[in-house]
């Protein structure tokens, strides 16, 4: 249909003044056909204004444009605006009119128009890119890049998905069927992982069980080829529904693997080697990354990794996990709590990258659940000492700090190093993509834009961004609506929080300690913590010393709260609330204000309180230290006055120090002496010990210290 600016488009369907489910279906063809079909198409009512002032812009812009009239329509004789303004509703998620469109995108009512003409993305959608097959191609059918894709073909936009999985040395490929889109997270990581740290969670649940009175006899034990059966089934459907919503959106979907020949021009090759080419006005990278191998003997003939192990037809015995990344310790920890024997070989740091007072404490309680911890070791090579399913390995690794060399024998070696981006096979030196040499991580600027125009990149391949499946996803919305005109809205890449989904979960959201000295200053931070002891733990007779929440707060900026970190019970479900109210700029004021839900674990942030964290320098922390060695008991890098209720109990109820810069050093000595004379201690006076602290010879006192009875 063509027409001058004013022209009326007519409407001609099937007759019905009501009409049936199929003759809605065609009232749905028709008016997408319009959509399709016209540069412009405004669905607008003769007698609104607004709709006036539309049509006068596009005419003052000499821009031809399609109208219908909703107040005019004719249904065989009848008017039948109402029904069809249902159907573009439910098409544009707009009730109001005028209701326009641009190239297929969904530009909305008046004020949007104007607004888009104001800022020049009304030129921009108006620009022609007939010249090639699709306005959009998105390498990678990961979260991030069906994200993207959806949101384009929402847009109107003609989209292609290419993906294609390069199986891993071990054979291993989620591309079993032409229908596995979702990447790594559906297929190989968050998915499967949660839902093998659920039935890891379900053993430790039937040894609480017995405490709260359920009474079994039959031994239990668990069946890997089960589990992963189930697992494998729940991803398949995922892996259909992806499929099924790219076809109902009109995007195409090409199981080949992509690499770009020319500018606007991409070869896809299928698993037979057939290739075929595609041009498109832009390109969106979104391919992700794989797993990292040792570069030693046996890594890549013996070992697996993650891409392996959620699939795996076999229970993997007695496995070495290398690497003590988040992936590392999530691995196992579910195969630990699966009843497998599980040594984890460490490098350097637990969790590089997080806070390491909370690393750490993770550390220690999956020792607690039998994970044997190997530190300052790296392999060195893996031998097969017997085929098998599984077989036996020998491992020799070497000391980071000497010549120390040992060996361990294993049925399993899980590979949990990192991850390497998949950008150095996909043609990007043809077109002149700049990559980082040595991880394979694109720059781009704020808008996800490379250093080539029409090349975007979204994701894990995204250099110094958050390698978070939801964080792709978001991404790749919004940069969706930005290609096409709609919105400028940016990706927020500050105060995403995450959990590692160890036995005991680690949710944080901000900065770590660490970072935040490193930004803010030791002197400008405050740090409150607290250990809490679950209630569901309390009849079940698990540890009341491990549960533990920290926030960290900018002094100078209202004790606003730059970063919160909780090891318990469910920390992704609580980190997400917090998460959303840091976004909002929550303060140490706003939580002590917050009247929270009881009995929760996400209530002993509320009433953190006063319990601050004093760390090593502090004449406060200096003084309480002192009063604990005088109490004998041992002394830790971090402490405060709650640690003292906490490791003694009644004996020190009557021990109320607390740390107050405002009352001089002098002070808070006498009234700390008072205190241990109070509570029976017979220490004579802590004068002679403060040297101690100072770095000065320690003295030997007069008498012991002793506990009040």
């Given at each position: 249909?063509?027409s001058?600016?004013?022209?009326?488009?007519?409407l001609?369907?099937?007759?019905?003044?009501r009409?049936t489910?199929?003759?809605?279906?065609?009232?749905?063809r028709?008016?997408?056909?319009?959509?399709e079909?016209?540069?412009?198409m405004?669905?607008?009512?003769?007698?609104?204004p607004?709709s006036?002032?539309?049509?006068?812009?596009?005419?003052?812009?000499?821009?031809?444009?399609?109208?219908?009239e909703l107040?005019?329509?004719v249904?065989?004789?009848i008017?039948?605006g109402?029904?069809?303004?249902?159907v573009?509703?439910?098409?544009?998620?707009?009730?109001t009119v005028?209701?326009i469109?641009?190239?297929?995108v969904?530009?909305?009512?008046?004020?949007?128009t104007?607004?888009?003409?104001?800022?020049?993305?009304?030129?921009?959608?108006l620009?022609?890119?007939?010249?090639?097959d699709y306005?959009?191609?998105?390498?990678?059918?990961?979260?991030?890049?069906?994200?993207?894709?959806k949101?384009?073909?929402?847009?109107?936009?003609?989209?292609?998905?290419?993906d294609?999985v390069v199986?891993?040395?071990?054979?291993?490929?989620?591309e079993?069927?032409?229908?596995?889109?979702?990447?790594?997270?559906?297929?190989?990581?968050?998915?499967?992982k949660?839902?093998?740290?659920?039935?890891?969670?379900?053993g430790?649940?039937?040894?609480?069980?017995r405490?709260y009175?359920?009474?079994?006899n039959?031994?239990?034990?668990?069946n890997?080829?089960?589990m992963?059966?189930?697992?494998?089934?729940?991803?398949s459907?995922?892996?259909?529904g992806?499929?099924?919503?790219?076809r109902?959106k009109?995007?195409?979907?090409v199981?080949?693997?992509?690499?770009?020949?020319?500018?606007?021009?991409?070869?896809a090759?299928?698993?037979?080697?057939?290739?075929?080419f595609?041009?498109?006005?832009?390109?969106?990278?979104?391919?992700g990354?794989?797993?990292?191998?040792l570069?030693?003997?046996?890594?890549?003939?013996y070992?697996i990794?993650?891409?392996?192990?959620?699939?795996?037809?076999?229970?993997?015995g007695?496995?070495?996990?290398?690497?003590?990344?988040?992936?590392?310790?999530?691995?196992?920890?579910f195969?630990?709590?699966?009843?497998?024997?599980?040594?984890?070989m460490v490098r350097?740091?637990?969790?590089r990258?997080?806070?390491?007072?909370m690393a750490e404490?993770?550390?220690?309680?999956?020792?607690?659940?039998?994970?044997?911890?190997?530190?300052?070791?790296?392999?060195?090579?893996?031998?097969?000492?017997e085929?098998?399913?599984p077989g036996k390995?020998?491992v020799?690794?070497k000391?980071?700090?000497?010549?120390?060399?040992?060996e361990g024998?294993y049925n399993?070696?899980?590979l949990?190093?990192?991850?390497d981006?998949?950008?150095?096979?996909i043609?990007?030196?043809k077109?002149?993509?700049k990559?980082?040499e040595?991880?394979?991580?694109?720059?781009?600027?704020?808008?996800?834009?490379?250093n080539?125009?029409?090349?975007?990149?979204?994701?894990?391949?995204l250099e110094?961004?958050?390698?978070?499946t939801?964080?792709?996803?978001?991404?790749?919305?919004?940069?969706a609506r930005r290609?096409?005109?709609v919105?400028?809205e940016?990706?927020?890449?500050i105060?995403?929080?995450?959990?590692?989904f160890?036995?005991?979960?680690?949710g944080?959201?901000?900065?770590?300690?660490?970072?935040?000295?490193?930004?803010y200053?030791?002197?400008?931070?405050?740090?409150?913590?607290t250990?809490?002891?679950?209630?569901e733990?309390?009849v079940a007779?698990?540890?009341?010393n491990?549960?533990y929440?920290k926030?960290?707060c900018?002094?100078f900026?209202?004790?606003?709260?730059?970063g919160?970190?909780?090891?318990?019970?469910?920390?992704?479900?609580?980190?997400?609330?917090?998460?959303?109210?840091?976004?909002?700029?929550?303060?140490?004021?706003?939580?002590?204000?917050?009247?929270?839900?009881?009995p929760?674990?996400?209530?002993?942030?509320?009433?953190i309180g006063?319990?601050?964290?004093?760390?090593?320098?502090?004449?406060?922390?200096r003084?309480l230290?002192?009063a604990?060695?005088?109490?004998?008991f041992?002394?830790?890098?971090s402490?405060?006055?709650?640690d003292i209720?906490?490791r003694?109990?009644?004996?020190?109820r009557?021990?109320?120090?607390?740390?107050?810069?405002?009352?001089?050093?002098?002070?808070?000595?006498?009234?700390?002496?008072?205190?241990?004379?109070?509570?029976?201690?017979?220490?004579?006076?802590?004068?002679p010990?403060?040297?101690?602290?100072?770095?000065?010879?320690?003295p030997?006192?007069a008498?012991?210290?002793?506990?009040p009875?």
């Amino acid at each position: 249909m063509s027409s001058p600016p004013g022209r009326r488009a007519r409407l001609s369907s099937p007759g019905t003044s009501r009409p049936t489910a199929e003759a809605r279906e065609e009232l749905r063809r028709r008016l997408r056909d319009l959509i399709e079909a016209n540069r412009v198409m405004i669905f607008s009512k003769s007698y609104c204004p607004h709709s006036t002032r539309v049509k006068e812009l596009f005419a003052s812009l000499g821009v031809n444009y399609y109208i219908l009239e909703l107040d005019k329509v004719v249904w065989d004789m009848i008017d039948d605006g109402a029904s069809v303004q249902e159907v573009l509703t439910e098409i544009s998620n707009q009730k109001t009119v005028p209701n326009i469109f641009v190239n297929k995108v969904h530009v909305g009512g008046c004020d949007r128009t104007f607004q888009a003409h104001q800022n020049g993305l009304l030129q921009k959608l108006l620009q022609d890119d007939s010249a090639y097959d699709y306005d959009l191609i998105v390498i990678g059918g990961g979260s991030g890049g069906l994200s993207c894709a959806k949101e384009a073909a929402n847009l109107g936009k003609k989209v292609m998905v290419l993906d294609y999985v390069v199986p891993s040395p071990q054979g291993t490929s989620w591309e079993m069927s032409s229908t596995c889109l979702g990447g790594t997270c559906v297929n190989v990581g968050c998915i499967p992982k949660k839902l093998m740290h659920q039935a890891a969670l379900l053993g430790h649940a039937l040894q609480d069980a017995r405490k709260y009175g359920w009474d079994y006899n039959q031994q239990v034990k668990h069946n890997w080829e089960a589990m992963t059966e189930a697992i494998q089934n729940h991803i398949s459907s995922l892996n259909w529904g992806y499929r099924v919503s790219l076809r109902e959106k009109g995007v195409t979907y090409v199981n080949s693997y992509g690499e770009f020949v020319e500018l606007h021009k991409i070869k896809a090759t299928n698993k037979k080697g057939q290739e075929t080419f595609y041009t498109a006005s832009k390109f969106v990278i979104a391919t992700g990354e794989r797993p990292r191998y040792l570069g030693i003997q046996g890594d890549k003939e013996y070992c697996i990794t993650s891409d392996d192990l959620f699939s795996l037809p076999y229970c993997p015995g007695r496995t070495l996990v290398v690497g003590a990344s988040y992936v590392g310790l999530e691995c196992a920890g579910f195969l630990a709590g699966l009843g497998l024997d599980v040594t984890v070989m460490v490098r350097s740091v637990l969790l590089r990258g997080f806070d390491q007072e909370m690393a750490e404490k993770v550390g220690a309680y999956l020792e607690q659940q039998g994970v044997k911890f190997q530190r300052k070791f790296t392999p060195i090579s893996v031998q097969q000492l017997e085929k098998g399913l599984p077989g036996k390995l020998k491992v020799l690794a070497k000391s980071t700090e000497g010549p120390d060399v040992v060996e361990g024998i294993y049925n399993t070696v899980l590979l949990a190093i990192g991850r390497d981006s998949c950008t150095r096979k996909i043609g990007l030196e043809k077109i002149g993509v700049k990559i980082n040499e040595k991880n394979g991580k694109i720059p781009v600027n704020d808008v996800e834009q490379t250093n080539v125009p029409h090349v975007y990149a979204i994701g894990d391949v995204l250099e110094g961004k958050p390698e978070l499946t939801p964080v792709a996803i978001q991404a790749g919305k919004l940069l969706a609506r930005r290609l096409f005109g709609v919105s400028l809205e940016k990706c927020d890449y500050i105060n995403i929080p995450t959990t590692v989904f160890t036995p005991l979960e680690y949710g944080c959201c901000g900065l770590s300690e660490e970072k935040a000295i490193e930004m803010y200053k030791k002197e400008n931070l405050e740090v409150y913590h607290t250990l809490f002891w679950p209630l569901e733990w309390t009849v079940a007779g698990r540890d009341n010393n491990t549960c533990y929440a920290k926030i960290i707060c900018n002094k100078f900026d209202n004790e606003r709260v730059v970063g919160f970190h909780l090891l318990g019970p469910n920390a992704g479900e609580i980190t997400q609330g917090f998460a959303a109210a840091m976004k909002c700029g929550l303060t140490k004021q706003l939580l002590d204000d917050t009247i929270g839900i009881h009995p929760t674990c996400g209530e002993r942030i509320y009433n953190i309180g006063n319990h601050k964290v004093l760390r090593a320098g502090h004449y406060s922390e200096r003084l309480l230290r002192l009063a604990l060695l005088l109490l004998g008991f041992p002394v830790t890098p971090s402490l405060c006055a709650h640690d003292i209720c906490l490791r003694t109990g009644d004996q020190c109820r009557a021990f109320s120090w607390r740390r107050d810069e405002k009352v001089a050093e002098d002070q808070q000595q006498q009234h700390l002496e008072s205190q241990l004379m109070a509570s029976g201690s017979q220490a004579a006076s802590l004068t002679p010990w403060l040297g101690t602290c100072r770095g000065e010879p320690r003295p030997t006192p007069a008498r012991q210290p002793r506990l009040p009875p």
